[in-house]
């Protein structure tokens, strides 16, 4: 278990409504706080309301994740929060937009996790969350690059976990389901069927320091309908495949997609 009061939290993606939820989280619970993202005009505002610092950075850039580690100096938890929608049907992708979302989505922070991680285990003491998306455990149509790289993230963050059990570092994923008021889903303007349940982004932000001071392997922040259709997903794919084509979900993809593709 990791105490958060006192440790220095590198946060990416933390100019988005998510990223603000979980910073403003951690500074509750007493840590310092180190955020990166895109947007300055976002970031330093909110470092200077927390009493942290703001690094403005593009991971998009494969430099850019050693440049953030050597100004970032020693961490003691790495929330890996940062990445592209890449919702849409693979033939609407160009090659330099499949790089970038595989870029930003899923090698900045295995790349973070492989710099951060030996000093952590020096210490003897770290730990490193991953925000997935329920999408890194069922896939959906016009979800196809979306979902490689959370599922590449789930299986990578297992893994990382078991190297890391004696070392007294910490690895832990949180799969958001949709979540309303900011974030890609919020910021899509999709609507959704009736009776489909939302989270919020304070809820997200619960669950990462939950998996943290918990040392929880994996969380789903989504309501129970949804945890157990993840869950479906897995044991059974082609049959829940089935189930989703006569919900409609091909639907809610291709708004979502229409929604993001200026994000890519």
Same mark, same amino acid.
């Given at each position: 278990m990791t105490e958060i009061q006192g440790t220095t939290v590198l946060l990416t &993606?933390?100019?988005?409504?998510? @990223?603000?939820?979980?910073?403003?989280?951690?500074a509750a619970r007493g840590a310092t706080l180190v955020l990166t993202g895109r947007r300055a005009e976002v970031l330093e505002p909110l470092a200077q309301e927390l009493g942290g610092r703001a690094l403005s950075v593009d991971l998009a850039d494969r430099a850019a994740p050693e440049r953030l580690v050597e100004q970032a100096g020693d961490v003691d938890v790495l929330i890996a929060n940062a990445a592209l929608p890449a919702s849409g049907t693979l033939d609407d992708f160009t090659l330099e937009q499949i790089d970038?979302? %595989?870029?930003?989505? %899923? =090698?900045?922070?295995?790349?973070?996790?492989? %710099?951060?991680? @030996?000093?952590?285990?020096?210490? @003897?003491? &770290?730990?490193?969350?991953?925000? /997935? /998306? %329920?999408?890194?455990?069922?896939?959906?149509?016009g979800g196809s690059l979306y979902s490689a790289t959370k599922f590449g993230m789930r299986g990578f963050a297992l893994g990382l976990r078991e190297d890391l059990r004696?070392? &007294?570092?910490?690895?832990?994923? *949180?799969?958001?389901g949709f979540i309303r008021d900011a974030g890609m889903f919020a #910021?899509?303007?999709? #609507? +959704?069927?009736? @009776?489909?349940?939302?989270?919020?982004?304070?809820? *997200? $932000?619960?669950?990462?320091v939950r998996t943290i001071e918990d040392n929880r392997a994996e969380l789903d922040v989504a309501p129970l309908s949804l945890r157990v259709g993840a869950t479906f997903s897995g044991l059974?794919? #082609?049959?829940?495949?089935?189930? /989703?084509?006569? +919900?409609?979900?091909? =639907?809610? /993809? $291709?708004?979502?997609?229409?929604?993001? =593709?200026?994000?890519?």
């Open positions: &993606g933390a100019s988005g409504g998510i @990223g603000q939820a979980i910073a403003r989280a951690l970038r979302a %595989l870029d930003v989505n %899923l =090698r900045a922070p295995i790349a973070l996790a492989k %710099l951060l991680a @030996g000093p952590m285990a020096a210490r @003897g003491r &770290g730990h490193i969350v991953f925000i /997935s /998306s %329920l999408s890194g455990k069922s896939a959906q149509p004696d070392s &007294g570092v910490g690895v832990s994923t *949180v799969f958001p #910021e899509s303007g999709v #609507e +959704l069927p009736k @009776g489909v349940a939302t989270r919020t982004p304070h809820d *997200v $932000a619960s669950g990462v059974a794919p #082609e049959l829940s495949a089935s189930v /989703s084509r006569k +919900l409609g979900n091909a =639907r809610i /993809s $291709a708004a979502m997609a229409a929604g993001q =593709r200026n994000k890519r």
